[in-house]
């Protein structure tokens, strides 16, 4: 079992930074690949980021590349995502997962494939 809580959400300018963080409860987080997602109002959840379990693999949506950049911290048991020049696009609730698996494959992006979720933290950004 592993418990997400998202933390670092807000309300920032356009091409401001947030920086999104998700702290994970018990001691198996290093056997779980991890994930952020998000969700517009009246949209569908869709793929931001994922790191591997060692985090020496990241996969990122092309609407975020080059913008946001997720990294993980095992001994912290946190995942973290830095978002930065953000658009009005970006405004959603963003929610980090767990995935065990080994390796981040192209299931990565489907949010059926996760095992956890977390509650999700709001990133509004105004024009």
């Known amino acids: 079992q592993v418990q997400l809580v998202e933390s670092g959400g807000g309300l920032v300018q356009t091409g401001g930074s947030l920086r999104l963080s998700c702290a994970a409860s018990?001691?198996?987080?290093?056997?779980?690949?991890m994930g952020w997602f998000r969700q517009a109002p009246g949209k569908e959840r869709e793929f931001v980021a994922a790191?591997?379990?060692?985090?020496?693999?990241?996969n990122y949506a092309d609407s975020v590349k080059g913008r946001f950049t997720i990294s993980r911290d095992n001994a912290k048991n946190t995942v973290a995502l830095q978002m930065n020049s953000l658009e009005p696009e970006d405004t959603a609730v963003y929610y980090c997962?767990?995935?065990?698996?080994?390796?981040?494959?192209?299931?990565?992006?489907?949010?059926?494939?996760?095992?956890?979720w977390g509650q999700g933290t709001q990133v509004t950004v105004s024009s």
């Open positions: 790191i591997s379990r060692s985090g020496g693999s990241t």
């Open positions: 997962a767990a995935y065990r698996s080994i390796t981040i494959g192209p299931l990565i992006v489907y949010p059926a494939a996760y095992d956890y």
């Open positions: 018990g001691r198996t987080f290093s056997m779980y690949a």
